[in-house]
């Protein structure tokens, strides 16, 4: 059943003026994702580094005075989550409701849909919207202003296998004909696309830049086209940890809170902030975000970077990458390096040995789709290429099993 929500503003500088003259009033979101409460990094618990930030969004919140706060995916790290985590969270979104915020969550891929919904007719009288367990049905939540209604739609992580069995008959073979088929639903009979829409998905949209800490698979075999979404002003998505547009402003991965990986430490993370004016007017920035350890890489030999020289005024207690030059092991060296830097997650050598150890050439195969990779391993079998039923045939049952262990 359709939810209204009445969302009354008085004017807020700053804004600019309308083409009359008067102040301009908007509606205004932050948009978080991937929030991964529970994760483990290289075997170090991020919990406490979870609070602390958590806490700063909320500050940063109480600063913005939002309308609504939209969590695009992936609260948990584990569709089990550990009783520490669903205790940050509920912490968490605790301390939303107690500012009358609407919140917006939907489940990703590492949640539980079950588990995240439960409750959610409970949470929805405090203004916390939960997706539910998806049934091929998108119920939008509506919300007013001075400008006419606001829809959020709220869309989980969703598979082919799941769409197929929602909508019979129809074709959702991959991910992109099963969130085509969805968004056809959606913005069919009764969708107002004069009135302003937001869509929250957690989805790999081709052309996003991803990084390790995802789950992605081989070959981009989820990828989803990012035309499906043109009918939405917004569209907040979660599922890739690196902050970043999609083809146009207003389709934002709004990346992770905090750093889970190196391939990240160049990462600036944030919360997005969203203002909504009169259909066709949306303004999108960002707020950065300062975590309690930031996840840096240093590299040098052992001498270099265990003199005082190197590290002081530096935050030894950074979670770190360090990369030793020495040609010769360093006996019990991340013990050592420990003493200095409590946090090192990760010891490697870059040395004459280990490069002449990196003798494997993976890099042309690393850009191959599995279909490419075992199509030329069964031309190597049998001194000819597949035919076009058994190319189908492998590819169908490539995205099964992708499916199945997702």
Request: aromatic share 8%; charged share 25%; hydrophobic share 35%.
């Amino acid at each position: 059943m359709m939810e209204e929500v009445a969302v009354p503003r008085a004017p807020v500088n700053g804004n600019g003026r309308n083409e009359s003259g008067k102040e301009m009033i908007q509606m205004k979101f932050i948009h978080l994702s991937d929030l991964h409460i529970g994760k483990r990094v290289n075997e170090f618990p991020m919990l406490e580094d979870q609070k602390y930030i958590l806490k700063e969004i909320l500050s940063i919140i109480d600063q913005e005075k939002p309308d609504g706060v939209l969590i695009a995916g992936d609260v948990y790290d584990k569709p089990v989550p550990p009783a520490e985590a669903v205790q940050v969270f509920d912490a968490f979104l605790t301390g939303l409701a107690d500012r009358n915020l609407p919140v917006f969550v939907i489940s990703g891929n590492h949640d539980s849909p079950e588990r995240l919904a439960f409750g959610a007719q409970l949470m929805a009288g405090r203004g916390v919207y939960m997706s539910p367990v998806f049934d091929g049905h998108v119920e939008p939540v509506r919300m007013n202003d001075q400008y006419g209604s606001v829809s959020v739609y709220m869309l989980p992580f969703v598979k082919p296998a799941v769409v197929r069995r929602c909508y019979p008959g129809r074709e959702a073979e991959t991910f992109d004909h099963a969130v085509r088929c969805v968004l056809e639903n959606i913005t069919g009979e009764g969708f107002f696309a004069d009135e302003r829409n937001i869509l929250m998905a957690h989805q790999f949209v081709m052309g996003a830049s991803a990084c390790d800490s995802e789950e992605l698979s081989i070959g981009g075999l989820e990828q989803v086209s990012a035309d499906l979404f043109r009918d939405f002003d917004y569209v907040a998505l979660g599922h890739i940890h690196g902050p970043q547009k999609i083809g146009r402003e207003t389709m934002r991965y709004c990346g992770t809170p905090l750093k889970y990986s190196f391939s990240e430490a160049g990462h600036k993370k944030s919360v997005t902030v969203v203002e909504l004016f009169e259909k066709g007017n949306v303004s999108v920035s960002v707020r950065p975000l300062h975590p309690l350890h930031d996840m840096r890489e240093i590299k040098g030999s052992y001498s270099q970077v265990t003199d005082r020289g190197f590290y002081a005024g530096t935050a030894t207690d950074d979670y770190l990458h360090i990369t030793l030059t020495d040609e010769e092991d360093i006996l019990d060296a991340i013990g050592k390096l420990r003493s200095i830097y409590p946090n090192v997650m990760k010891l490697d050598y870059d040395n004459r040995r280990t490069r002449a150890g990196q003798t494997v050439d993976t890099a042309g195969e690393i850009h191959k789709s599995p279909m490419e990779l075992f199509g030329e391993l069964y031309e190597l079998q049998n001194n000819q290429p597949m035919s076009g039923k058994q190319e189908e045939y492998s590819r169908k049952l490539m995205e099964g099993i992708w499916e199945d262990i997702n």
